[in-house]
């Protein structure tokens, strides 16, 4: 099993920034991918971003490239998502993600809420 904690949400003007952290423990050996995910009120869940443990390729939705950065602190299985240029239709909230090799995302946080006012 692999648990995962997330933290660094808050409130924020529109243009401001934020830093989202997401700690994993337990097995978190067996990572291979962790990722960005962001459900907002009566939207479904959507994909924020990724990036594969080893290598570090990342990948991004389109709504968020050039703004959004995710990152990983291999030693400590740290993983994180650094938030630029807010808008208000970023306001959601945001769940970090894991994976072993080959399979779906299993591993989920408990969601970490982001708020951004006009």
């Known amino acids: 099993q692999v648990q995962l904690v997330e933290s660094g949400g808050g409130l924020v003007q529109a243009g401001g920034s934020l830093r989202l952290s997401c700690a994993a423990s337990g097995r978190a050996g067996s990572i291979a991918d962790m990722g960005w995910f962001r459900q907002a009120p009566g939207k479904e869940r959507e994909f924020v971003a990724r990036?594969?443990?080893?290598?570090?390729?990342?990948a991004y939705a389109d709504s968020v490239k050039g703004r959004f950065t995710i990152s990983r602190y291999s030693a400590n299985y740290t993983l994180y998502l650094q938030m630029n240029s807010l808008k208000p239709e970023d306001t959601a909230v945001y769940f970090c993600?894991?994976?072993?090799?080959?399979?779906?995302?299993?591993?989920w946080g408990q969601g970490t809420q982001v708020t951004v006012s006009s």
């Open positions: 990036v594969y443990w080893s290598g570090g390729y990342t």
């Open positions: 993600a894991a994976r072993r090799d080959g399979g779906p995302y299993e591993y």
